[in-house]
């Protein structure tokens, strides 16, 4: 197995369901001399482009497209760089979502964050409205990242925003991620969120930009 064709073995064991696959492709890359810290990037990150774009394509349906993302959810660790970078004191609440199971941009970005020595909180997906504000008390964090991935469901990110105003929240800067916004960001605006973070890397931007401004953590 070459470098070349190891992103299109491990997204093989992804929609396979075999998370002992995937294992074992991972620590065949390793044994080739990829270091851990560039695992993510060079492996996993192209495995998920490929299950991304077979489902968009229509070559996966949706019930294979999130079992697929399970598995890879489940491997993540083995693919995670180690943590160099001190820690920010920023804390980061991510999920996906009420009634939308996917994962995929979510732990991309999540792992980013994470690896910049953000303190991550990551909800998983098919995440309550109530929940979000429930973990942001818990845990005093005032940055928020949802993603959805379809119209409905990005719709009703404004029930996010809406809970945080009741609950005297206002301080939370939302961002929201995903397709539909990415598409209409007129869209995020509707729901009340303070920018689209459209990839991992503009994640980082913006919370970089909030710990600017706030000058200290959060």
């Given at each position: 197995?070459?470098?070349?064709?190891?992103?299109?073995?491990?997204?093989?064991?992804?929609?396979?369901?075999?998370?002992?696959?995937?294992?074992?492709?991972?620590?065949?890359?390793?044994?080739?001399?990829?270091?851990?810290?560039?695992?993510?990037?060079?492996?996993?990150?192209?495995?998920?482009?490929?299950?991304?774009?077979?489902?968009?394509?229509?070559?996966?349906?949706?019930?294979?497209?999130?079992?697929?993302?399970?598995?890879?959810?489940?491997?993540?660790?083995?693919?995670?760089?180690?943590?160099?970078?001190?820690?920010?004191?920023?804390?980061?609440?991510?999920?996906?979502?009420?009634?939308?199971?996917?994962?995929?941009?979510?732990?991309?970005?999540?792992?980013?964050?994470?690896?910049?020595?953000?303190?991550?909180?990551?909800?998983?997906?098919?995440?309550?409205?109530?929940?979000?504000?429930?973990?942001?008390?818990e845990t005093g964090?005032?940055?928020?990242?949802?993603?959805?991935?379809?119209?409905?469901?990005?719709?009703?990110?404004?029930?996010?925003?809406?809970?945080?105003?009741?609950?005297?929240?206002?301080?939370?800067?939302?961002?929201?991620?995903?397709?539909?916004f990415v598409a209409?960001?007129?869209?995020?605006?509707?729901?009340?969120?303070?920018?689209?973070?459209?990839?991992?890397?503009?994640?980082?931007?913006?919370?970089?930009?909030?710990?600017?401004?706030?000058?200290?953590?959060?």
């Amino acid at each position: 197995m070459t470098a070349n064709d190891a992103p299109a073995r491990l997204y093989d064991a992804f929609v396979s369901q075999n998370p002992a696959d995937a294992i074992a492709v991972i620590q065949r890359v390793k044994a080739s001399g990829v270091a851990q810290a560039h695992l993510f990037d060079q492996l996993f990150a192209p495995a998920m482009s490929l299950l991304g774009g077979a489902w968009a394509r229509g070559e996966i349906d949706e019930y294979g497209f999130t079992q697929a993302a399970v598995v890879a959810e489940q491997i993540t660790s083995f693919v995670t760089p180690p943590t160099t970078a001190q820690d920010t004191g920023i804390t980061v609440l991510v999920g996906t979502m009420h009634h939308d199971l996917h994962s995929i941009d979510k732990d991309i970005a999540a792992a980013a964050l994470k690896e910049a020595g953000h303190r991550v909180i990551d909800l998983g997906t098919d995440v309550r409205p109530s929940e979000f504000l429930e973990r942001a008390e818990e845990t005093g964090a005032r940055i928020l990242i949802v993603f959805a991935q379809t119209m409905s469901t990005a719709r009703s990110v404004l029930r996010v925003r809406e809970m945080f105003s009741a609950g005297g929240r206002d301080d939370v800067v939302l961002f929201v991620a995903g397709g539909p916004f990415v598409a209409d960001v007129s869209l995020a605006r509707a729901v009340g969120a303070n920018g689209i973070a459209r990839g991992a890397e503009s994640a980082l931007k913006l919370v970089a930009r909030v710990a600017a401004k706030s000058g200290g953590a959060s």
